[in-house]
């Protein structure tokens, strides 16, 4: 993730803030375009800057400095209000909410700690919702990954109509998911649908797909890899084709043959990006609500964490703490995925 | 060594239209690209040819694959038995006002953490950054009770309220601006324009492809946007679309309604297709953003 990795940029913010404040280290001061080359150099190569910026210190809130703040509140604060009250807090309330026996919609709240968590893990629930989380996300990242692979793979020929498909196999992921469920759901029927008529063509029946709980998670599957398979396809494709041709052209001329030079140079080339798609495709998975929610309406088979926690709060139960305890441990989960990217995104994965 | 070499590039250079040429191009690089976009393209095929057939052409078993007598009928049927036009209107009302409010607030959130001093703007960058790994649907049980408490319930702000912090096109926009040239902004200040000045006429105008970027995944996350609209909405008077087709979906007796389920697929589905056909590039380059230059 090359936004993570902000030295750059905070370089560049450095260098204007020394462009903006004129006054006394008018000497110091980069003419114009210093700005420009100084994103380019590492942070620490501004020693200078830092002397100047320390002489500027006792002296920050000068009219004109107080003038700007003024400003930057009244751009920025609106939006960073509704962001701290409308997705931070909603972290903290969880938290509270998931030590309440509370039903929503009631004025009565009992605490009770750990409860909530305490009957999750202990009960079949924690089981049963991990795993079909588990296998959901394992499943659709694996298959987006290794058929968006494939896909981008073909897509990097060199033939005509070729962005036509990389744009053809991109729209499902932009598309409502609730519609595309609906579709699929269609296509599943067992008795109407078309792939039934299909295999009925090979005289095979169509198996439960909606009231199977192990085939309505296979379905499910399907048409989320379905959505989200030309996602990972177009960033595998910018991927290959920034790999550098002479080792290409290197090793080709050494005699490895196209799988060999694949496996020994392109994978491994790839696996910043492949770490990427990893990262991104497991943070969204873990998320993947609307085809489920409308292809098995109260889960069957189906209950992933994000969906379990949705039911126990808005389905049939109203149990408002139990669902927050839900969310919380999802949120823990993301938050663990997150940390591990920032911790090897540097380390593992780059080869240049 | 030297006679194996020669030997070797002459097999490897063929004539351009060589039949071995030929079937390796249609082989390794249409086949796989038909087959591609094939599978995107039929189901959402199926889904229009469904959506144009009467029932007794849907519940049967002995499926033909174009409709006969193509017919209307389905997307009246759904106007009648759900007010769908109600839906389709206030998803363009929700979409439209959100949208705007939310590319407003990037635009002018970005330009201050850019181009505005302040002391602590690394760290207001900082919290912007990790509100965009907070997924949405963990806040919405919290952001129900406070909605609902506060009479949002089946309204078009109480929609609209909770998704309108944005950081995803703040975090585009930001990272646009910095590489912008500081020069132009300095000239424009020594000639007195001010902060609100330099953004609209100099910042807003060179900018305007990262904008409609911003403008575009905004627009088709908040059309598509399902699990919030779905749990404070339960008026159908006030169903976006997604929140709608669950109705209807759950409404109809199941199998006898296929067709009118499809029309309504194709209302909220085909818009979005029609606007990313004609501007994906832009599209594309939102929503992958952060992986080119790994």
Known sequence: MSWLDASSAHAATEAMDEGDDGGPDQGARPGPGAGRRGRMKPPKSGAARNGSRRRTAGKYWTPRAKREAWVFLALALPNIVLIAFFTYRPLFANMYYSTLDWTLGSSVATAVGWGNYVEFFTSSDASTVLGITAIFTIATVGGAMFLGLLVAIALNAKVKGQGFARSAVFAPYVLSGVGVGLVWLFIFDPVYGVLSWILRGFGASSPQWINDPKLALVMVIIVYVWKNLGYCAVIYLAGLQSMPKDLMEAASLDGAGSFRRFMSITLPLLSPTTFFILITSLLSSLQAFDIIRIMTRTGNGTNTLIFESYLQAFSTYNRAGYSAAISVVLFVLLLLLTGAQLRFVERKVHYS | ?294
């Not at chain 2, 959506?51 to 997307?75: A, C, D, F, R, W």
């Not at chain 2, 109480?158 to 500081?182: E, S």
């Not at chain 2, 995944?217 to 919030?228: A, F, G, K, L, R």
Request: net charge positive; charged share 10%.
């Open chain 2, 1 to 294: 060594m030297s006679t194996s070499t020669a030997a070797m590039i002459p097999a490897q250079r063929q004539r351009p239209l060589s039949w071995k040429n030929i079937t390796q191009t249609i082989l390794g690089g249409y086949v796989p690209l038909v087959a591609a976009t094939l599978v995107v393209f039929l189901p959402l095929a199926w889904m229009i040819i469904s959506s144009l057939k009467s029932p007794g052409e849907i519940v049967t078993t002995q499926l033909t694959i174009l409709p006969q007598h193509p017919t209307m009928q389905n997307y009246v049927d759904a106007a009648t038995s759900v007010p769908f036009a109600r839906f389709f209107l206030n998803s363009v009302i929700v979409t439209t006002i959100a949208s705007i409010i939310k590319c407003f607030l990037a635009i002018v959130t970005a330009y201050a953490l850019v181009f505005v001093r302040f002391p602590f703007r690394r760290a207001i960058f900082l919290l912007i950054l990790v509100a965009l790994m907070v997924p949405p649907q963990v806040s919405v049980l919290p952001n129900y009770v406070l909605i609902a408490g506060m009479g949002g319930l089946n309204t078009y702000w109480g929609i609209i309220l909770p998704g309108l912090g944005t950081a995803f096109g703040t975090f585009l926009l930001r990272q646009h601006f910095m590489t912008l040239p500081v020069s132009i902004l300095e000239s424009a200040e020594i000639d007195g324009a001010n902060h609100w000045r330099r953004l609209w006429r100099i910042v807003f105008p060179i900018s305007v492809p990262t904008i409609a970027t911003v403008a575009l995944v905004t627009i088709v996350t908040e059309w598509n946007d399902y699990i919030w609209p779905l749990i404070i909405v339960d008026n159908p008077n006030m169903m976006t679309l997604p929140v709608g087709l669950t109705l209807l979906s759950n409404s109809d007796s199941g199998s006898q309604a296929w067709g009118i389920l499809m029309a309504g697929a194709v209302i909220v589905i085909v818009p979005i297709l029609i606007i990313f056909a004609a501007l994906q590039r832009y599209i594309v380059a939102g929503l992958t953003q952060g992986s080119v230059t790994g």
